[in-house]
């Protein structure tokens, strides 16, 4: 596609459920970021891959959160035992290489609410 | 670690007026890279402009521009000639030279471009 796209736009779930969000870059890119938007704030650096590794996960909040990208390219972001601390905006973006201040483009977002 | 502040939780313009949106960043570092995104109700963050801090020319994209001030680590965008579709939030964001892929957001400015 022409744009980073992700999967679902919206999930609702209730507390101590397991969700996944799933992210499909553009094509080419190799590098891949995960951030996460809370209500009225800026969104907040999770992770980020080059290639098919994790090359800085300091982000993400605890070890209910983990990714993947097995083959360098779609991934996914997998929360397990969802609290209702987790409900934000999750939103990917993508790079054609990794570095030197390379832009980001970004998806519209996975609205997570954990009831 | 770096910070980025954006002072003006709201801003309101008539259409076709001239708008400056303010940010300042808190860095030890000499390159570094700045952006500004635009994020509208769909929550698609776009790229709106990006300045590299070793290069002395102020960006300019069409109707946006920045002045970018390093020794007082600010970063303002201006929006000339506003319209209806530049309504969106607007992020200041910074990406510093060691860990040149994470982004850091400020908190965002609430642009409203009145009729």
């Known amino acids: 596609g022409a744009g980073v796209s992700q999967t679902p736009s919206n999930k609702v779930t209730e507390k101590g459920k397991y969700v996944e969000l799933r992210c499909d870059p553009i094509s080419g890119h190799t590098a891949l970021y995960w951030y996460r938007q809370s209500l009225g704030q800026g969104p907040e650096f999770l992770i980020y891959?080059?290639?098919?590794?994790?090359?800085?996960d300091s982000g993400l909040p605890n070890d209910r959160f983990f990714a993947v990208r097995p083959e360098g390219s779609v991934s996914t972001l997998k929360i397990q035992r969802t609290e209702r601390g987790d409900s934000a905006v999750y939103l990917c973006?993508?790079?054609?290489?990794?570095?030197?201040?390379?832009?980001?483009?970004f998806g519209p977002g996975t609205r997570l609410l954990v009831l | 670690a770096q910070t980025v502040t954006q002072s003006q939780p709201e801003m309101s313009v008539q259409e076709a007026e001239t708008v400056t949106l303010s940010c300042t960043y808190d860095t030890s570092e000499n390159n570094y890279y700045l952006f500004w995104y635009k994020q509208p109700p769909s929550r698609q963050m776009i790229l709106v402009i990006r300045?590299?801090?070793?290069?002395?020319q102020n960006a300019t994209e069409n109707r946006f521009s920045v002045n970018f001030q390093k020794a007082a680590k600010s970063f303002s965008l201006k929006i000339s000639d506003s319209q209806l579709g530049d309504t969106a939030m607007y992020f200041c964001a910074f990406i510093p030279p060691l860990n040149d892929y994470k982004l850091s957001f400020g908190a965002g400015t609430t642009v409203t471009v009145r009729a």
């Open positions: 891959f080059q290639g098919t590794g994790a090359a800085d």
């Open positions: 973006a993508s790079s054609l290489n990794p570095g030197l201040g390379e832009t980001q483009y």
């Open positions: 300045q590299e801090a070793y290069k002395q």
